[in-house]
């Protein structure tokens, strides 16, 4: 009986331990993804500033660029459709 009562308690620090260790790279994890965000809005107001600076060119060339981001936009849509099927796929295999 005692000697399962210290087998039981020392589980329990070893899960405590765990969890220490999953919530401190939870905290890591979520100033990264806060990190890339961040990174992503700086590009996209980049990306803004560039593309007012060249509003003022050709009409023919706006277009082109209408269309290359259209393009851009089906391509990542396509390939994040691609990884919710395979996503399925493997849930459905489990």
């Known amino acids: 009986m005692l000697s399962r009562l210290q087998e039981l308690r020392r589980e329990e ?10 919530h401190d790279q939870l ?8 990190a890339l965000r961040s990174m992503i809005r700086s590009g996209d107001e980049n990306a ?5 600076a060249t509003a003022e060119g ?7 660029m209408d269309n290359e981001d259209a393009i851009n ?3 990542l849509h396509l ?13 459905e295999s489990d």
């Open 13 to 22: 620090e070893t899960l405590l331990r765990v969890k220490a260790a999953l």
């Open 79 to 91: 390939s994040l459709q691609d990884q919710e099927e395979e996503e399925e796929e493997e849930e």
């Open 48 to 52: 803004a500033a560039s593309s007012s």
């Open 27 to 34: 905290t890591r994890l979520k100033v990264e993804e806060l």
């Open 58 to 64: 050709t009409p023919q060339t706006l277009g082109q």
């Open 73 to 75: 936009q089906t391509e």
